[in-house]
Nanobody
C-alpha cells in the first residue's frame, strides 16, 4: 500500500485547511486509516483514526470537535481542520495498517510522506 498526502499549507489562526491522502494498492477492510502529526522539535503524535470495518472515527483530545476525518472515495481520505491554532502546526502524515492501538505509530505499516501545515497568528 502506498500513501500520498497533499493539501497542506499556510492558514491563519481560526481558519481552516483540508488535507487529503491518496492510497493505492490493496487495502483490507480490517485496516485503520489514520493521521499523525509532528510539530517542530517534537515527536510524532496521533491526531485521528478511521476504522474501515465500522466507520468509527477517533480523535486526539486536542483536536476533537475541530477536526473531521473521512473516507471520501475508495482510495482517498481527508482531514478537515477547522478552528486552527498555532499548536496545530507541523508535518501531517497519513498512515494505514491493522492497528489495534490507534494512537501508536508503530501499529501502522504504511506511511505517506507528510504534508506541512503552518498556522500563523
Amino acid at each position: 500500500v502506498q500513501l500520498q498526502a497533499s493539501g497542506g499549507g499556510l492558514a491563519l489562526a481560526g481558519g481552516s485547511l483540508r488535507i487529503s491522502c491518496a492510497f493505492s494498492g490493496r487495502t483490507s477492510s480490517s485496516y485503520v486509516l489514520a493521521w499523525f502529526r509532528q510539530p517542530p522539535g517534537k515527536e510524532r503524535e496521533f491526531v485521528s483514526a478511521l476504522v474501515l470495518s465500522t466507520s468509527s472515527a477517533y480523535y486526539a483530545d486536542s483536536v476533537r470537535g475541530r477536526f473531521t476525518i473521512s473516507r471520501d472515495t475508495a482510495n482517498t481520505m481527508s482531514l478537515q481542520m477547522d478552528g486552527l491554532t498555532s499548536e496545530d502546526s507541523g508535518v501531517y502524515f497519513c498512515a494505514a495498517g491493522r492497528a489495534t492501538v490507534f494512537v501508536a505509530p508503530g501499529e501502522y505499516s504504511y506511511w505517506g510522506q507528510g504534508t506541512q501545515v503552518t498556522v500563523r497568528g
